[in-house]
Nanobody
Framework: QVQLVESGGGLVQAGSSLRLSCAASGRTFSNYAMGWFRQAPGKEREFVAAVNRLGSYLYYADSVKGRFTISRDNAKRTVYLQMNSLKPEDTAVYYC???????????????????WGQGTQVTVSS
């Protein structure tokens, strides 16, 4: 089992940047593929970005491609989401998620992830 704690959210103006962090504890971090999801008020949770266990494969939702970057530091047991050129529509609670896997795959469906953090609020004002 792995425990996940997100941090780095906040209130920013449109066009600003934020970096979210997700710190993991528990099992060997490099055995887990990681993902970021978000949920805006009144909407379903949606996929944002994913990275495989070694950080060699990255995948993004079209809505954030070119603005957000996912990365991971296995030595620090942390996954990051660098968010640039933020828009009001990026406002949401952001969650990180983990899936144990021996493969090099990444995953973009909620159902593929067994472990979730508590979320961090990102609010972008216009």
């Amino acid at each position: 089992q792995v425990q996940l704690v997100e941090s780095g959210g906040g209130l920013v103006q449109a066009g600003s940047s934020l970096r979210l962090s997700c710190a993991a504890s528990g099992r060997t971090f490099s055995n887990y593929a990681m993902g970021w999801f978000r949920q805006a008020p009144g909407k379903e949770r949606e996929f944002v970005a994913a990275v495989n266990r070694l950080g060699s494969y990255l995948y993004y939702a079209d809505s954030v491609k070119g603005r957000f970057t996912i990365s991971r530091d296995n030595a620090k047991r942390t996954v990051y989401l660098q968010m640039n050129s933020l828009k009001p529509e990026d406002t949401a609670v952001y969650y990180c998620a983990a899936r144990f896997t021996p493969s090099d795959s990444y995953y973009y469906s909620e159902r593929d992830y067994a472990y979730w953090g508590q979320g961090t609020q990102v609010t972008v004002s216009s």
